[in-house]
């Protein structure tokens, strides 16, 4: 069984760019989720995907949007880059169809860098 | 927005000491759970309460919960210089539909050797 793998580790962007960053849920996992880490907070729920549709939103722009993928996989993309954007991007996979009931199944992160 | 505030911030103990770390929140919750994150990495789930449950032990890790303050406490015994980390309460709530984990800003802990 393999866990949650996220891709790139790093990334080093420009303001006004676009990002498209990759996740591959754990092996028998239909949800993913995503998160936004700014240095020295806790993660921010951005949006869950389920059945291929978003399943829930927090509180960020439409510049925000996702994929997921009939395998389960799942694209979280940035547009307009803003400096503030600069963060650790948690990806993260659960089996209970849309809704958290227990653990949640992190990846290791991407770490996004906007200059 | 973090759904609640953790504390301390910080801790540093000897190895050998317990810890002890606090988390409150603001809605009513389905179960909380804790987490740990290794130097800004993905994160590992701990355990997880139900609203219903008032205390649970994981190993040496005994975490209370009490919905009538909108708090829990993780306790770590035993403490190990691999322990430290930061450690986060994270919330599953009616309010987000049970979608989401909300997570407090969390307490960075240090296990001197």
């Known amino acids: 069984e393999t866990g949650v793998t996220q891709s790139p580790t790093h990334l080093i962007k420009t303001r006004g760019q676009q990002v498209t960053l990759r996740c591959s849920s754990q092996?028998?996992?239909?949800?993913v989720s995503w998160y936004q880490q700014a240095l020295g907070q806790g993660p921010q729920f951005i949006f869950q995907?389920?059945?291929?549709?978003?399943?829930g939103r927090g509180n960020f722009p439409p510049r925000f949007s996702g994929l997921q993928f009939p395998n389960y996989s799942s694209e979280l993309n940035v547009n307009a880059l803003e400096l503030d954007d600069s963060a650790l991007y948690l990806c993260?996979?659960?089996?209970?169809?849309?809704?958290?009931?227990?653990?949640?199944?992190f990846g290791p992160g991407t770490r996004l860098t906007v200059l | 927005s973090q759904q609640g505030e953790e504390d301390p911030q910080a801790l540093s103990i000897q190895e050998g000491e317990n810890a002890t770390m606090n988390c409150s929140y603001k809605?009513?919750?389905?179960?909380l759970q804790w987490y740990r994150q290794n130097s800004g990495r993905g994160l590992v789930h701990l355990i997880l309460?139900?609203?219903?449950?008032r205390e649970k032990h994981s190993g040496r890790l005994r975490v209370t919960l009490d919905t009538s303050k909108k708090s829990s406490s993780l306790l770590i015994t035993a403490s190990r210089a691999a322990d430290t980390a930061s450690y986060f309460c994270a919330t599953v709530s009616v309010d987000t539909g049970r979608r989401a984990l909300t997570f407090g800003s969390g307490t960075r802990l240090q296990v001197q050797p």
């Open positions: 993260a996979s659960s089996a209970l169809g849309g809704r958290v009931g227990n653990e949640q199944f």
């Open positions: 995907y389920y059945r291929e549709e978003e399943n």
């Open positions: 309460i139900r609203s219903n449950e």
């Open positions: 809605t009513s919750i389905n179960n």
């Open positions: 092996s028998g996992h239909n949800t």
